[in-house]
């Protein structure tokens, strides 16, 4: 059983930055693709971003696409969330989470089967 812890979360101003992690405990980190979800107050989990177990492929949700970046260091058995030019929408709290090992390409949360406890990000305009 993986467990996730994400940090970074934060209030920031509409244009700013942002940089999450989110760190994994277990020896099979480098074994399986990860993700990032978000949720805002009154919608559902919403998919943000993945990435492979070698971190060569990605992809993102079209609402992020060209502003967050997603990426690993399985020495350090941590994936991150770069988030550029944020905006109020942006506003969540953001979950990392541990891809099922047949679930490539999913951007449902059924895809995933370990979440960590969240993040939150507030960006005021």
């Known amino acids: 059983q993986v467990q996730l812890v994400e940090s970074g979360g934060g209030l920031v101003q509409a244009g700013d930055s942002l940089t999450l992690s989110c760190a994994a405990s277990g020896r099979t980190f480098s074994s399986y693709a990860m993700g990032w979800f978000r949720q805002a107050p009154g919608k559902g989990r919403e998919f943000v971003a993945a990435i492979s177990w070698s971190g060569v492929d990605t992809y993102y949700d079209d609402s992020v696409k060209g502003r967050f970046t997603i990426s690993r260091d399985n020495a350090k058995k941590t994936v991150y969330l770069q988030m550029n030019s944020l905006n109020s929408e942006d506003t969540a709290v953001y979950y990392c989470?541990?891809?099922?090992?047949?679930?490539?390409?999913?951007?449902?949360?059924?895809?995933?089967?370990?979440w960590g406890q969240g993040t939150q990000v507030t960006v005021s305009s």
């Open positions: 989470a541990k891809m099922k090992l047949t679930a490539w390409g999913s951007t449902v949360p059924s895809g995933f089967d370990s």
